[in-house]
Nanobody, 119 residues
Framework: QVQLVESGGGLVQAGGSLRLSCAPS????????MGWYRQAPGKQRDLVAV???????NYADSVKGRFTISRDNAKNTVYLQMKSLKPEDTAVYYC?????????????WGQGTQVTVSS
């Protein structure tokens, strides 16, 4: 079973930066969207940013202007550059990749990487 593997999380002070990376453990064909979600303790998992295979991006309002999502289609890798981090950005960040449409749609997830922002 192919999974996504995240890296780059850690502890950073408020105002600092981190860069997350995510790549599949094996081959996934025809990935449509790739994205990042996050889940803080006691809260639901929310979308942070998503990027289509064509490069169109969408961000949660809370991260606009601070986070940048990008991808390398040749490597099926997605990145999340996070700047001006705030304590409220603290969460487990999950990578997501989507293939197929409708009933053939498949969601792939990573195991999550912890991001902790200290005040």
């Amino acid at each position: 079973q192919v999974q996504l593997v995240e890296s780059g999380g850690g502890l950073v002070q408020a105002g600092g930066s981190l860069r997350l990376s995510c790549a599949p453990s094996g081959t996934i064909y025809n990935i449509r969207d790739m994205g990042w979600y996050r889940q803080a303790p006691g809260k639901q998992r929310d979308l942070v940013a998503v990027i289509t295979s064509g490069g169109t991006t969408n961000y949660a309002d809370s991260v606009k202007g601070r986070f940048t999502i990008s991808r390398d289609n040749a490597k099926n890798t997605v990145y999340l550059q996070m700047k001006s981090l705030k304590p409220e950005d603290t969460a487990v960040y999950y990578c997501n990749a989507v293939t197929g449409w409708g009933s053939a749609k498949i969601n792939y997830w990573g195991q999550g990487t912890q991001v902790t922002v200290s005040s």
